[in-house]
Structure formats: C-alpha cells, structure tokens
C-alpha cells in the first residue's frame, strides 16, 4: 500500500517501471544481436553493446524502487548499495563507455581487437570501480530504529526507500555529480571533434551511419544526465529538507531514463545495419535484404579507424 507521503511519486514512479521494462526488452535484443551477428563483432559493436549493458543495468534498479514505493518498505543504505550493486555499476559504467566510444587513439593495437577493446575499458572501468569502493567505505549500515538509544523513536531516522541515486551514501554522491560534469564535458567536446572530422572526410559512409547513431544516443543521454547534474548539485546546496531533495532527484531523472530506454529505437531509426538485423532476428526481413546483409562488409570499425582525434 502507497504511504500518503509518497503518492506525489506515484506518477514518476510508474513511468520509471515502464521505462526499465522497455529498457530490458530494447537493450536484450542489441546484446542477442551482437551474439548472432557476425558482422557485429568488431571493436566498435563491442562499446556499443556494453553501453546498452550498462544502460540495461542502470534502469534496473527502478524494480527495487517501485516495490518499495508501493509495498511501502523501507531498509537501511547499506542495505540499498548492495540491492542496487549493479545497478550502480552500470549507472557508472555507462557515460565513459560513449566516452570512449568516440576517441579512437589506439590504431595500432586494432589488429589485436581484444588488447584494442581492454584499452578502451580502462577509463570506465577505473571510474566505476573509484566510485563503488567510495561508496562501500561510505555505506550508512545504522538502522536507528533498532539502536536502543532510538528504540522509543520508529524508523524515520535512516530507513530509505531504495532508489538509484540513493545507493551512494556521503560524500559519494557528489564525487558522482561532480565528476559527472567533466565526463559530460569531455563527451560533448570528443563528439564535436569526431563529428567536424566525419563531415569533411569523404569515405567511411557506413562509419558514419553508426557514429550518427551513436551520436543521437549520446546527445539524448547529455541532455539527460545535465538536468539530473543540475538538479542534483540544486537540491545539494539550495534545498533546505531531506524531502525536497527526495522529491528533486527522483523527478529530475527522467530525461536521463528516457534516453537509457531509447537505444533500440535510436539504432532501429537511423542504423540500417541494425534495423536489417533486428528484423531478421524477428523474421521480417526480405531474402533479398537478408542476402544484402550477408555479403555486406563485416566491419565498419576498420574503415573508421583511419579517423583519429588530433
């Protein structure tokens, strides 16, 4: 049963659910696609599936969150870090993963597709893993509500309802904020630069098909994590009570949900190496695009590969 207080977060709360559910069922088929195409296999396809991973993971964490808004129970943090471990994880992984995605700086090791994809997941892989050990440190395990000092006092003290931006406890949560700005930055600015040096090159037609769809993922997750950044660093320093700032980061997060639902649909509408694979995959496909798709080019990584950033 919804508690009185939380019935302003009833309408944010369900629009959360569908959006984790469009969000399995949309980024399962680009991880199935990338398991049974083979023209899927190369460096680039590999970020682009751990991104819709890490999307996939991050939206998650709202089943948790809808059931302890509508059950109307409540745990401790510590408790909340560990339901929303990889959910966390993925909330984490997910901006350095396009990050990476649009620098290309590592040519020569291409040949070598596994040691090119282990270069391209050290930054994500330090950022997520800086940020999950802070927040394990800083875990809140107290329930009040047991300590005998506060026996007579219920359970207003440290008993949360689980959601997202709340698995990270102190000074966690601000180091996630913060650092989410530069890494926000450095995207912005990668993208940019990859996109004036796709416009003027004359070749790469089908690395620039999948760097447009890339890019409009990118700019709907920028758009996205600004208003939760912004909101966020807002209900830090302006917002007086624990409930106002309950109320603004859960409500800020919706664009940012919207754009970790939309891969799918992005790759569907602008990508026709994908859009031909997803109707293959549920036979919709013609034989003579099917056949097209057959004896198409395997990769589109190598011919982007002769585009770096200068």
Not at 7 to 22: E, R
Not at 29 to 46: A, D, G, Q, T, V
Not at 50 to 55: H, Q, S, T, V
Not at 59 to 79: E, K, M, R, S
Request: hydrophobic share 50%.
């Amino acid at each position: 049963m919804v508690a009185e207080a939380n019935i302003p977060l009833v309408p944010v709360v369900i629009f959360y659910l569908c959006c984790a559910i469009v969000s399995c069922i949309g980024n399962s088929i680009m991880i199935i696609l990338f398991i049974k195409e083979r023209n899927f296999h190369s460096p680039c396809h590999y970020m682009i599936t751990f991104g819709c991973l890490a999307d996939m993971l991050h939206l998650c964490g709202h089943f948790v969150f809808n059931y302890h808004i509508f059950a109307d129970v409540t745990d401790t943090q510590a408790n909340c870090y560990w339901m929303l471990f990889f959910t966390s994880i993925g909330k984490c992984m997910a901006n350095p993963l396009r990050l990476m995605t649009g620098i290309d700086r590592y040519r020569a090791l291409l040949e070598r597709p596994a040691l090119y994809i282990c270069a391209q997941l050290v930054l994500p892989a330090t950022y997520t893993s800086f940020l999950m050990v802070s927040g394990f440190i800083q875990r809140d395990p107290i329930s009040y509500s047991k300590h005998p000092k506060f026996e007579n006092q219920s359970s207003i003290f440290r008993k949360i309802y689980c959601t997202v931006p709340l698995a990270f406890a102190g000074s966690t949560f601000s180091q996630f904020n913060t650092s989410g700005i530069f890494v926000n930055v450095a995207i912005v600015i990668v993208y940019f630069f990859t996109f004036m040096q796709l416009r003027s090159y004359a070749g790469a037609t089908q690395m620039k098909v999948v760097f447009r769809s890339i890019l409009w993922t990118v700019v709907l997750v920028i758009i996205g994590w600004s208003s939760v950044t912004i909101a966020n660093q807002f209900a830090i320093f302006v917002a007086k009570d624990a409930t106002t700032r309950k109320l603004i980061a859960i409500y800020a997060g919706i664009g940012v949900n919207m754009a970790c639902a939309s891969n799918f649909f992005v790759f569907y509408a602008i990508n026709t190496e994908y859009r031909h694979a997803i109707r293959r995959l549920f036979g919709l496909a013609s034989p003579q695009s099917a056949r097209a798709m057959s004896i198409g080019p395997k990769s589109t990584t190598k011919v982007g590969a002769t585009i770096t950033l200068t």
